[in-house]
C-alpha cells in the first residue's frame, strides 16, 4: 500500500445525513452489483444451468442465507433466504414434470416434516 494512503481512515471525513439515506437500493429483490449488462445475474444463471441445477442452485443460496442469519446481516438475510424459496415456488409451478415426479413418490402432502 502507498505510504500516502497508510493510516488514513477515510470514513472519518465522510459526513452522513439523515437526507443521504432518502433514496436507498433495496439489497433483497434487485440489487443493483447484480444487474450489469442489461440482464440480471439470476435470470442468466437460470439461462445457463439445466432445471434440476438451477432447483439445486436456489435450494443451496436459500439454505445459506438461513445458516448465516445469526451471523452477519439478521433480517436481510432471512428476507435474501425468502426471496430464493420464491423463485424456488415460480419454478416448481410453472413445471408440471416436476410435480408429476412428486406425486408418485408415495409420500403423502403434509404427513412430513
Not at 14 to 33: C, F
Not at 46 to 57: D, H, N, P, Q, T
Not at 65 to 87: F, P
Not at 98 to 109: C, F, R, T, V, Y
Request: aromatic share 16%; glycine share 8%.
Amino acid at each position: 500500500m502507498p505510504n500516502e494512503f497508510k493510516g488514513y481512515n477515510w470514513w472519518k471525513n465522510k459526513t452522513y445525513s439523515p437526507s443521504s439515506y432518502a433514496i436507498r437500493e433495496d439489497l433483497v429483490n434487485g440489487p443493483q452489483h447484480y444487474n450489469n449488462g442489461g440482464i440480471e445475474c439470476i435470470d442468466a444463471m437460470e439461462a445457463m444451468l439445466s432445471e434440476k441445477e438451477f432447483i439445486g442452485y436456489l435450494r443451496g443460496n436459500s439454505f445459506k442465507y438461513r445458516w448465516r442469519y445469526t451471523y452477519k446481516d439478521g433480517e436481510q438475510d432471512l428476507k435474501k433466504a425468502r426471496w430464493y424459496e420464491d423463485k424456488l415456488l415460480k419454478v416448481y409451478e410453472n413445471n408440471l414434470d416436476l410435480k408429476e415426479i412428486q406425486s408418485g413418490n408415495g409420500q403423502e402432502s403434509g404427513t412430513d416434516c
